[in-house]
């Protein structure tokens, strides 16, 4: 058909048409409706069916995790086993409360036993308390040979329990003995009431902070 006769054609009488332009004709209805129902519809379809299928894969993969776990079972339970015997074992370097006293006395006779003079050894009263463990700094200053100085130190470092001396400075006295000013520190666990009781406080501190912030928030609120 030519250019002329298309126009030709009374839209009204779409029946009386030739074949080829009542085909172009339902070819582009059709296309119209594919179009139309592919943003009213489908697309908001295609979308759900795209997120199914990303939580498909997510479920698939959290599937085969959990499944490797259920068959390394036996194993995990072992490995923990071993990090609880690690975790006794390294628990029982730390001293409880009532085995300080007798903790502090080690330290001292280590530097009697090597012909140490003592004119300072003061625990501090204030422990740094921490979520499971208690640090006890010790001030200490001390005087002898450079041998028997080092001989001490070793022997801190091999006590059953856990020393470290931090802060160490070292100098000469007026008879060219050798003079450590250091601070041991030991450590302690706490018994089931302290951890509880620095749980509580820690739980209070977040409480407290939170309420702190809420309020700051209200009154930025109210002067707008």
Do not use: C
């Not at 126009?7 to 594919?34: A, F, M, Y």
């Not at 979308?47 to 959990?66: H, M």
Request: proline share 3%; glycine share 8%.
């Amino acid at each position: 058909m030519t250019l002329d006769e298309l126009k030709r054609l009374n839209p009204r009488e779409i029946g009386t048409w030739p074949v080829l332009p009542k085909v172009g004709v339902l070819l582009l209805l059709l296309i119209l409706i594919l179009v139309g129902g592919y943003f009213l519809d489908w697309s908001a379809q295609w979308n759900k069916l795209n997120a199914a299928r990303g939580k498909e894969s997510e479920l698939r993969k959290e599937f085969v995790g959990k499944k490797a776990q259920a068959i390394n079972l036996d194993a995990y339970k072992k490995q923990l086993e071993d990090v609880q015997q690690s975790f006794g074992a390294l628990l029982k370097q730390l001293p409880n409360k009532s085995e300080m006293e007798a903790l502090l006395s080690d330290i001292n006779q280590a530097g009697l036993g090597r012909g140490l003079q003592f004119e300072l050894f003061k625990p501090t009263t204030q422990e740094v308390m921490t979520e499971f463990y208690a640090e006890q700094p010790i001030a200490v200053k001390l005087t002898g040979s450079y041998h028997d100085v080092g001989a001490f130190t070793s022997d801190v470092s091999q006590l059953s329990r856990i020393v470290t001396l931090d802060n160490v400075a070292l100098s000469l006295d007026k008879e060219g003995r050798l003079v450590m000013d250091a601070t041991a520190r030991t450590f302690r666990y706490l018994d089931e009431e302290e951890v509880s009781a620095q749980k509580k406080a820690a739980r209070d501190a977040k409480d407290k902070d939170k309420g702190g912030k809420g309020k700051k928030m209200a009154k930025k609120g109210g002067k707008k």
